[in-house]
C-alpha cells in the first residue's frame, strides 16, 4: 500500500543547531514533492517544492533533498529559532498526480 | 480577499443534522480541493475538483458527504446526518495549478458534532 512516513516523536532542539526532518515514502512515484509549515489552528502553509530530477532545493535558511532511490526527503532548517516551531508535512501527488498526499507532519520545537 | 476564504470558522451542531461549509479559493485558481484534520492527525483527502468537475472523489468517507463546485468558483461541503466521528477541522485549498504546484490552504472550519 502507498504511505508516507514522517517522524511520530516531537523533534526538540536547541536554538541556533539545525533542525533536520525526514519524510520517507513507499509505492509512489513522485515527479514532486512538496513540505508545508502548520501553526496550530492554522492551514498549513506551503514552503518548498523539489522536482524529481533535482537533488537539493534552498530557500534562505531551508535545505530540501530528495532521494528518489531511497525514497526519501530531509528538510533542514539551519539556524533554528523558537519562531520555527510548528508542524512540518511533507507531501507528494498520489497516482494520476491530481491528489495531493500529506504525511501525518512531525513537531518541531525550538527551545531557547 | 486576497486568501482562501472558509466559513463558518467554527460550527456546533447536534448529531443527526446536515452542515455546510464554504470555500472561497483565490480568484482565477482553477484547482479546489477539501481535506479533514482531526486532532493530531494529519491532513485526510476528500475531494478535488479542477474547474467545477470532480475527477476525483476517493476520499469522501460516506454517502453522507457530498461537494460541488459552482462558476469554477466557491464550493460547499455537506455533511448530511451528522455524526460525532465527523467532528474535525474541515480544511479547503486552492491552486492556480492544473495538475501538480503547491497549495493555498483557508483556515479552516472546525466541525463539533454533539
Known amino acids: 500500500s502507498q504511505k508516507i512516513e514522517q517522524n511520530s516523536e516531537a523533534l526538540n532542539i536547541q536554538e541556533g543547531k539545525t533542525a533536520t526532518l525526514t519524510c520517507n515514502y513507499t509505492n509512489y512515484s513522485p515527479a514532486y514533492l512538496q513540505w508545508y509549515r502548520q501553526d496550530p489552528g492554522r492551514g498549513p502553509v506551503f514552503l518548498l517544492l523539489i522536482r524529481e530530477n533535482e537533488k537539493e532545493k534552498r530557500k534562505e535558511r531551508l535545505k530540501v533533498t530528495f532521494d528518489t532511490t531511497l525514497k526519501q526527503s530531509l528538510f533542514h532548517i539551519t539556524a533554528s529559532q523558537p519562531a520555527d516551531s510548528a508542524t512540518y508535512l511533507c507531501a507528494l501527488y498520489g497516482e494520476y498526480g491530481n491528489k495531493l498526499v500529506f504525511g501525518a507532519g512531525t513537531i518541531l520545537r525550538v527551545k531557547s | 480577499g486576497a486568501g482562501v476564504s472558509q466559513s463558518p470558522s467554527n460550527k456546533v451542531t447536534e448529531k443527526g443534522k446536515d452542515v455546510e461549509l464554504r470555500c472561497d479559493p483565490i480568484s482565477g485558481h482553477t484547482a479546489l480541493y477539501w481535506y479533514r484534520q482531526s486532532l493530531g492527525q494529519g491532513l485526510e483527502f476528500l475531494i478535488y475538483?479542477?474547474?467545477?468537475?470532480?475527477?476525483?472523489k476517493s476520499g469522501l468517507p460516506s454517502d453522507r458527504f457530498s461537494a460541488e463546485r459552482t462558476g469554477g468558483s466557491v464550493s460547499t461541503l455537506t455533511i448530511q446526518r451528522t455524526q460525532q466521528e465527523d467532528s474535525a477541522v474541515y480544511l479547503c485549498a486552492s491552486s492556480p495549478y492544473r495538475v501538480t504546484g503547491e497549495l493555498f490552504f483557508g483556515e479552516g472550519s472546525r466541525l463539533t458534532v454533539l
Open positions: 475538483f479542477q474547474g467545477n468537475s470532480a475527477p476525483d
